[in-house]
């Protein structure tokens, strides 16, 4: 019989066949030797077997959480996604952004060394608009362009729980500009890192970062965690291969405690300071000097700070609220001096009606204060707005039979841009057998507008005209901007088909409708500011739509008990195409680029003297705008726990090929290659 | 595969085919699942567990072992007990969306989904002989009887003694003493 007592014990022990059987299990060539090694009978390997086990073994069994997380998951009405913290260590990445990849349906484009184009389902650019991402709950995304600033977004990787994608439309829960997907980044708890933990690292393109980071309590109830770190990133090279500016480099201090009252009252409260600067080669017209563009390193440079507090309470009949309320402000210098603060207070309620009901209800209230002046080509309004978004939303998973489930909800908000606005979904989930699950959903998201789309000017290009002089084409926001509209239908379906093997398949059928497009202007002569000129403005509008759908798979392998393999999948179709009463002939703007075809394969295997082995490969199909050929990036990782506490890890990554490039289209901001590069790190716990 | 080769000879020879490539012969743990050892557990309760005879309708009665709320077992419940008997008890696994189904069972566990239900659904069982059994902080501080946590990546096992009596259960020392007492 087996069980890992006994497996230890015959480490030493030649002679016994059992040993035979783990040691090479995965391997095609020994499969006749194996059968003749287990247990006396030619037979095949028998699988695991803890009826027989002694409490005092089961008590020494070291045993792996995989199926909570995909416990968690067969349960989920939606296209989800967990990023562990096992999986962050294994892939041996060192940004948020680059973990990303290993989510089937993520667009993942390093536009150069400081900035990332990332989307869900299509509509990739820098800016882009369709994706919320959280940190802790706390919103990460600007409302100026409605996008996320990834190089403002920094979180030690050690001290992430999970990050958990949702593909497809979150806007009941989560609000507007959740169409596409949702990136929650959850952080560990204060009592899940204590004690002394220091990190440091260097490498080829990542030169230099150290993290320390001490965990206490905090008095009898509580505890918390304060680190430092420092990263440093060389710059890359221009797809000439000339050197490059966009090197970066940051400083991160932040906190987090937690506290559990006689388990009915939790608070936590957390807090950041970043600063980091950073250079971009941009060519950018500049307003009061037309009509010649300049191309240079910009320097970049952004501080910002954030206190959350949340305060969650246990009634005794077991519902629960919780009251979150967060400040965050962040001044950048990117072409541009932008300040925008953040205020917000969300209040939710979970409770049951009855035994088939669970409720979740909740309101919200968030006021943004944005400024946004003295840029080079483009101005915001009057660059000032201070806007008040509210929101309520409810929801109600109904227990219809012991398998079958159905959640509707929907969420109201009100915003300064479009007024009100409401995302209703429904989804079923049918647990067909303990092993298999289907489900499926419908939903209507939206993408509120930004401060870009509503009132911005951009001086975007200008043209000899044929006489002398020249025009300019200037792109204008339009103060009746509408909310784009997503319609989403999607399915899937999960299985576990073995204890080795698990599946999780989606399918989506999405309507965008009122799409950003580009319509043109009247032309007009003007002397502001001189030299006297032409200028063809366009403005946006939303005369576009598209219909995309698509497919997502991924799967994990246990192939040995030592070595797991994980594959992912998916596949994109975009019809993008402008209303009737639309003037625009590109539809540039609402296209984004994504690929159509994304592939993936990672691999984890335990090698003996605690040294993990782990590789993955991606595919990324080509880009329509450059054009960017698709690429296949390789990592391969080395992990080595020296003794208890101290690790070492090496890891070498895009492999195949000295450098590529991954994105174009960045507006103002030129793309450099993304290079092969090493990096080793070592880290001490106490 | 009717392989004729002396079996040790052969074990000896891809030990050491193996010892050439990798330097190194180890066996790399089957590392099971946190479920399948958690299945194997609530198995092993039933041996160590006195119920007492009314909590049974006949001597015949199957033991039966209740899931209530997500199910994070997989087939390894079923798996564990498939033709097993305890005190000539053979068992029967099955899942329960309520405490009025739950009152037949000789155990009950009740999934970390139900958390914010521990304390009605351990209320409307007290009194019934029923092994409770969960994961989860306040599970025991709700009125269960045995908690299942992780401890360095193991399973470790918190018994309310006081609790178990009171449902009339009698929990034989040897299991009381593996168990990290409240």
Same mark, same amino acid.
């Given at each position: /019989?087996?069980?890992?007592?006994?497996?230890?014990?015959l480490?030493?022990?030649?002679g016994?066949?059992?040993?035979?059987?783990?040691?090479?299990?995965?391997?095609?060539?020994?499969?006749?030797?194996?059968?003749?090694?287990?247990?006396?009978?030619?037979?095949?390997?028998?699988?695991?077997?803890?009826?027989?086990?002694?409490?005092?073994? +089961?008590?020494? /069994?070291?045993?792996?959480?995989?199926?909570?997380?995909?416990?968690?998951?067969?349960?989920?009405?939606?296209?989800?996604?967990?990023?562990?913290?096992?999986?962050?260590?294994?892939?041996?990445?060192?940004?948020?952004?680059?973990?990303?990849? /290993?989510?089937?349906?993520?667009?993942?484009?390093?536009?150069?060394?400081?900035?990332?184009?990332?989307?869900?389902?299509?509509?990739?650019?820098r800016?882009?608009?369709?994706?919320?991402?959280?940190?802790?709950?706390?919103?990460?995304?600007?409302?100026?362009?409605?996008?996320?600033?990834?190089?403002?977004?920094?979180?030690?990787?050690?001290?992430?729980?999970r990050?958990?994608?949702?593909?497809?439309?979150?806007?009941?829960?989560?609000?507007?500009?959740?169409?596409?997907?949702?990136?929650?980044?959850?952080?560990?708890?204060?009592?899940?890192?204590?004690?002394?933990?220091?990190?440091?690292?260097?490498?080829s393109?990542?030169?230099?970062?150290?993290?320390?980071?001490?965990?206490?309590?905090?008095?009898?109830?509580?505890?918390?965690?304060?680190?430092?770190?420092?990263f440093?990133?060389?710059?890359?090279?221009?797809?000439?291969?000339?050197?490059?500016?966009?090197?970066?480099?940051?400083?991160?201090?932040?906190?987090?405690?937690?506290?559990?009252?006689?388990?009915?009252?939790?608070?936590?409260?957390?807090?950041?300071?970043?600063?980091?600067?950073?250079?971009?080669?941009i060519?950018?017209?500049?307003?009061?000097?037309?009509?010649?563009?300049?191309?240079?390193?910009?320097?970049?440079a952004?501080?910002?700070?954030?206190?959350?507090?949340?305060?969650?309470?246990?009634?005794?009949?077991?519902?629960?609220?919780?009251?979150?309320?967060?400040?965050?402000?962040?001044?950048?210098?990117?072409?541009?001096?932008?300040?925008?603060?953040?205020?917000?207070?969300?209040?939710?309620y979970?409770?049951?009606?009855?035994?088939?009901?669970?409720?979740?209800?909740?309101?919200?209230?968030?006021?943004?204060?944005?400024?946004?002046?003295?840029?080079?080509?483009?101005?915001?309004?009057?660059?000032?707005?201070?806007?008040?978004?509210?929101?309520?939303?409810?929801q109600?998973?109904?227990?219809?039979?012991?398998?079958?489930?159905?959640?509707?909800?929907?969420?109201?908000?009100?915003?300064?841009y479009?007024?009100?606005?409401?995302?209703?979904?429904?989804?079923?989930?049918?647990t067909?057998?303990?092993?298999?699950?289907?489900?499926?959903?419908?939903?209507r998201?939206?993408?509120?507008?930004?401060?870009?789309?509503?009132?911005?000017?951009?001086?975007?290009?200008?043209?000899? +005209?044929?006489g002398?002089?020249?025009?300019?084409?200037?792109?204008?926001?339009?103060?009746?901007?509408?909310?784009?509209?997503?319609?989403?239908?999607?399915?899937?379906?999960?299985?576990?088909?073995?204890?080795?093997?698990?599946?999780?398949?989606?399918?989506?059928?999405?309507?965008y409708?009122r799409l950003?497009?580009?319509?043109?202007?009247?032309?007009?002569?003007?002397?502001?500011?001189?030299p006297?000129?032409?200028?063809?403005?366009?403005?946006?509008?939303?005369?576009?739509?598209?219909?995309?759908?698509?497919?997502?798979?991924?799967?994990?392998?246990?192939?040995?008990?030592?070595?797991?393999?994980?594959?992912?999948?998916?596949?994109?179709?975009?019809?993008?195409?402008?209303?009737?009463?639309?003037?625009?002939?590109?539809?540039?703007?609402?296209?984004?680029?994504?690929?159509?075809?994304?592939?993936?394969?990672?691999?984890?295997?335990?090698?003996?003297?605690?040294?993990?082995?782990?590789?993955?490969?991606?595919?990324?199909?080509?880009?329509?705008?450059?054009?960017?050929?698709?690429?296949?990036?390789?990592?391969?990782?080395?992990?080595?726990?020296?003794?208890?506490?101290?690790?070492?890890?090496?890891?070498?990554?895009?492999? +195949?090929?000295?450098?590529?490039?991954?994105?174009?289209?960045? +507006?103002?901001?030129?793309?450099?290659?993304?290079?092969?590069?090493?990096?080793?790190?070592?880290?001490?716990?106490? | 595969?009717?392989?004729?080769?002396?079996?040790?000879?052969?074990?000896?020879?891809?030990?050491?085919?193996?010892?050439?490539?990798?330097?190194?012969?180890?066996?790399a743990?089957?590392?099971?699942?946190e479920?399948?050892?958690?299945?194997?557990?609530?198995?092993?309760?039933?041996?160590?567990?006195?119920?007492?005879?009314?909590?049974?309708?006949?001597?015949?009665?199957?033991?039966?072992?209740?899931?209530?709320?997500? @199910?994070?077992?997989?087939?390894?419940?079923?798996?564990?007990?498939?033709?097993?008997?305890?005190? @000539?008890?053979?068992?029967?696994?099955?899942?329960?969306l309520?405490?009025q189904?739950?009152?037949?069972?000789?155990?009950l566990?009740?999934?970390?989904?139900?958390?914010?239900?521990?304390?009605?659904?351990?209320?409307?069982?007290?009194?019934?002989?029923?092994?409770?059994?969960?994961?989860?902080?306040?599970?025991?501080?709700?009125?269960?009887?045995? @908690?299942?946590?992780l401890k360095?990546?193991?399973?470790?096992?918190?018994?309310?003694?006081g609790?178990?009596?009171?449902?009339?259960?009698?929990?034989?020392?040897?299991?009381?003493?593996?168990?990290?007492?409240?």
């Amino acid at each position: /019989m087996w069980n890992g007592a006994i497996m230890r014990e015959l480490g030493t022990r030649w002679g016994r066949g059992r040993i035979c059987i783990s040691a090479v299990r995965g391997s095609l060539a020994f499969a006749l030797i194996v059968s003749l090694c287990s247990n006396g009978l030619a037979q095949k390997p028998t699988p695991l077997d803890l009826s027989e086990a002694s409490l005092e073994d +089961l008590m020494n /069994m070291r045993v792996t959480s995989v199926s909570k997380r995909e416990q968690k998951l067969s349960s989920a009405g939606a296209a989800a996604y967990v990023i562990t913290q096992d999986d962050i260590r294994h892939s041996g990445m060192t940004n948020i952004p680059d973990l990303l990849r /290993m989510v089937p349906g993520v667009d993942v484009a390093r536009l150069n060394a400081n900035t990332w184009a990332i989307s869900i389902r299509g509509f990739n650019y820098r800016y882009s608009t369709k994706v919320l991402v959280l940190i802790d709950g706390r919103t990460v995304y600007t409302p100026g362009f409605s996008g996320v600033f990834w190089d403002q977004q920094d979180v030690p990787l050690e001290d992430i729980e999970r990050i958990e994608v949702i593909r497809g439309p979150g806007g009941t829960v989560w609000g507007a500009n959740a169409v596409n997907g949702v990136i929650n980044i959850i952080t560990k708890k204060a009592s899940d890192t204590q004690g002394e933990l220091v990190s440091v690292g260097t490498g080829s393109q990542e030169t230099a970062s150290g993290l320390v980071q001490y965990g206490g309590s905090a008095g009898s109830k509580g505890s918390y965690r304060a680190f430092g770190k420092y990263f440093n990133v060389a710059d890359a090279i221009q797809p000439d291969k000339s050197a490059a500016s966009d090197g970066w480099h940051g400083v991160h201090g932040g906190f987090r405690a937690d506290w559990d009252f006689s388990g009915r009252d939790t608070l936590t409260v957390q807090g950041d300071l970043f600063g980091s600067s950073e250079g971009q080669t941009i060519t950018t017209l500049f307003s009061n000097q037309l009509p010649d563009a300049h191309t240079f390193t910009n320097k970049v440079a952004v501080g910002s700070g954030n206190i959350l507090g949340r305060w969650g309470h246990t009634f005794s009949n077991g519902s629960e609220t919780k009251l979150q309320l967060y400040y965050d402000r962040v001044r950048r210098f990117d072409q541009a001096f932008e300040v925008l603060n953040t205020g917000d207070a969300d209040f939710q309620y979970h409770f049951r009606l009855g035994s088939r009901h669970d409720m979740l209800a909740g309101a919200g209230y968030r006021l943004t204060d944005h400024s946004y002046t003295e840029s080079y080509e483009i101005t915001f309004g009057s660059g000032h707005r201070r806007d008040n978004l509210y929101n309520t939303f409810i929801q109600d998973q109904i227990q219809l039979a012991p398998s079958l489930t159905l959640t509707v909800g929907s969420k109201f908000e009100h915003n300064n841009y479009t007024g009100f606005e409401f995302e209703p979904s429904a989804q079923v989930v049918w647990t067909a057998t303990n092993r298999q699950t289907v489900w499926a959903s419908a939903s209507r998201a939206i993408r509120q507008p930004s401060w870009f789309d509503a009132e911005s000017k951009l001086d975007a290009a200008t043209f000899p +005209l044929g006489g002398g002089g020249f025009g300019l084409v200037q792109l204008d926001g339009n103060p009746n901007t509408k909310a784009e509209t997503l319609l989403d239908f999607e399915a899937g379906y999960r299985i576990q088909v073995s204890k080795q093997l698990s599946l999780d398949a989606t399918a989506f059928n999405s309507h965008y409708s009122r799409l950003q497009s580009l319509e043109p202007g009247t032309p007009y002569f003007t002397f502001d500011p001189l030299p006297a000129h032409l200028v063809t403005p366009s403005y946006w509008d939303n005369l576009a739509h598209a219909h995309d759908y698509g497919a997502e798979l991924s799967a994990n392998w246990n192939v040995t008990g030592g070595w797991r393999l994980s594959p992912g999948f998916s596949y994109l179709q975009m019809k993008v195409g402008t209303d009737p009463s639309s003037h625009d002939t590109s539809t540039a703007a609402s296209v984004g680029d994504s690929p159509k075809y994304q592939a993936q394969l990672r691999s984890t295997v335990k090698l003996p003297h605690r040294i993990e082995w782990d590789t993955s490969a991606y595919y990324v199909g080509g880009l329509r705008i450059g054009p960017v050929p698709s690429y296949t990036r390789l990592d391969t990782r080395f992990g080595w726990s020296i003794k208890e506490g101290v690790e070492f890890s090496v890891a070498g990554q895009n492999l +195949l090929r000295p450098d590529h490039l991954e994105f174009f289209d960045g +507006l103002q901001v030129n793309p450099t290659l993304v290079r092969r590069s090493v990096v080793g790190r070592v880290t001490w716990r106490f | 595969m009717a392989i004729l080769v002396h079996r040790n000879l052969t074990c000896r020879l891809v030990l050491l085919a193996i010892a050439a490539t990798a330097g190194h012969v180890h066996a790399a743990e089957s590392v099971p699942d946190e479920y399948q050892v958690k299945a194997a557990f609530l198995f092993n309760f039933a041996k160590f567990v006195e119920w007492p005879s009314i909590a049974f309708k006949g001597p015949e009665d199957p033991i039966a072992i209740c899931v209530m709320g997500q @199910n994070p077992f997989g087939t390894a419940l079923e798996d564990v007990v498939r033709d097993k008997t305890v005190a @000539n008890r053979a068992f029967v696994v099955r899942g329960v969306l309520n405490t009025q189904q739950a009152a037949s069972c000789q155990i009950l566990f009740v999934s970390a989904s139900e958390r914010k239900r521990f304390r009605i659904l351990l209320d409307e069982l007290k009194g019934r002989s029923i092994l409770t059994v969960g994961e989860g902080d306040d599970f025991m501080a709700n009125g269960g009887i045995i @908690n299942f946590r992780l401890k360095d990546a193991r399973v470790r096992i918190e018994i309310d003694a006081g609790a178990a009596n009171r449902a009339g259960l009698h929990v034989s020392s040897k299991l009381l003493s593996l168990a990290e007492r409240k």
